[in-house]
């Protein structure tokens, strides 16, 4: 089942990466991408939703209830915060920064709520996190405009950081401690985003119908790619451990920053692209810790 799980992982890190680089491309559109894309996952899960409620076996409904409300808050968090950044901030500066400080965060949150205490490699691995995001986001001769830029980077890479542990961390609580399906999960995640934003959209609806008829393409491909990589991990946890599943997860930082380059014509490339591989490296000592 090993190979199975890193095949899935894989192919989530890189729809992760690609949607991410759609995202970046409609930063100025906010929270109304947010809504459109959302609606087209709940539309497009509708079938497979009703699937695994029919054939899945007994769902406990408080479960899938409190799953759905914490998820939809945390999600909604992480989305709305991750498509602000990207109006202002560099792909290749946002997706390492938030994706290396998630298992930080984790590893903070284990030390405060479950009162563990990490061993050598994991803060070594925390340390290696944190050199990469230096490498990232400090340069050799800052401009005042530039330090304002890697100031405001640093602050959505924590937030969105911690919204992404948080996350995640309830997500592994849901599939493997309640057993709900991962399917099951994220539509109705899917579905209580949509709900908690439809009557801001009501109200912009006009603008909402622009965005889709000006963006369709987009819009469709980013609600097809957030439930693809999102579940497809999900499944993967269920099948391998977390220190398998974890490394090759993080394959989509690097993804991410060529994506950046190729796709959005981001700059310093190289410098960028070491940092992703030091934060890389932080995390994969934190998942083997």
């Given at each position: 089942?090993?190979?199975?799980?890193?095949?899935?992982?894989?192919?989530?890190?890189?729809?992760?990466?690609?949607?991410?680089?759609?995202?970046?491309?409609?930063?100025?559109?906010?929270?109304?991408?947010?809504?459109?894309?959302?609606?087209?996952?709940?539309?497009?899960?509708?079938?497979?939703?009703?699937?695994?409620?029919?054939?899945?076996?007994?769902?406990?409904?408080?479960?899938?209830?409190?799953?759905?409300?914490?998820?939809?808050?945390?999600?909604?968090?992480?989305?709305?915060?991750?498509?602000?950044?990207?109006?202002?901030?560099?792909?290749?500066?946002?997706?390492?920064?938030?994706?290396?400080?998630?298992?930080?965060?984790?590893?903070?949150?284990?030390?405060?709520?479950?009162?563990?205490?990490?061993?050598?490699?994991?803060?070594?691995?925390?340390?290696?996190?944190?050199?990469?995001?230096?490498?990232?986001?400090?340069?050799?001769?800052?401009?005042?405009?530039?330090?304002?830029?890697?100031?405001?980077?640093?602050?959505?890479?924590?937030?969105?950081?911690?919204?992404?542990?948080?996350?995640?961390?309830?997500?592994?609580?849901?599939?493997?401690?309640?057993?709900?399906?991962?399917?099951?999960?994220?539509?109705?995640?899917?579905?209580?985003?949509?709900?908690?934003?439809?009557?801001?959209?009501?109200?912009?609806?006009?603008?909402?119908?622009?965005?889709?008829?000006?963006?369709?393409?987009?819009?469709?491909?980013?609600?097809?790619?957030?439930?693809?990589?999102?579940?497809?991990?999900?499944?993967?946890?269920?099948?391998?451990?977390?220190s398998v599943i974890s490394p090759l997860k993080e394959l989509s930082i690097v993804t991410a920053v060529l994506g950046g380059w190729y796709f959005l014509g981001e700059k310093q490339l190289g410098r960028r692209i070491t940092g992703s591989l030091v934060v890389m490296g932080g995390v994969a000592m934190l998942t083997f810790a």
């Open positions: 089942m090993i190979p199975l799980a890193a095949l899935l992982v894989l192919v989530a890190a890189f729809a992760h990466a690609g949607w991410n680089v759609c995202a970046k491309r409609m930063g100025a559109s906010g929270w109304l991408f947010v809504y459109s894309y959302m609606l087209v996952s709940a539309v497009l899960l509708l079938p497979l939703g009703i699937g695994a409620l029919v054939l899945g076996g007994e769902v406990h409904p408080g479960h899938w209830a409190l799953a759905t409300a914490v998820g939809t808050c945390l999600q909604l968090s992480y989305y709305l915060l991750l498509q602000r950044a990207y109006r202002t901030v560099e792909l290749s500066v946002v997706y390492p920064l938030s994706s290396g400080m998630a298992p930080v965060f984790a590893i903070v949150a284990a030390v405060l709520v479950f009162s563990e205490r990490p061993g050598v490699l994991a803060l070594l691995g925390a340390a290696t996190v944190i050199a990469g995001v230096m490498v990232i986001t400090v340069e050799r001769a800052p401009t005042p405009l530039s330090r304002a830029a890697k100031l405001s980077a640093l602050g959505f890479g924590l937030l969105i950081g911690a919204a992404n542990a948080a996350a995640t961390l309830w997500d592994k609580q849901v599939v493997s401690g309640f057993g709900i399906s991962p399917l099951l999960v994220f539509w109705g995640v899917s579905i209580g985003e949509v709900l908690v934003l439809s009557p801001l959209a009501f109200n912009r609806r006009r603008e909402v119908r622009t965005l889709f008829t000006a963006h369709r393409r987009e819009i469709l491909l980013v609600g097809l790619l957030v439930p693809t990589a999102y579940i497809l991990v999900l499944f993967a946890i269920r099948m391998a451990p977390v």
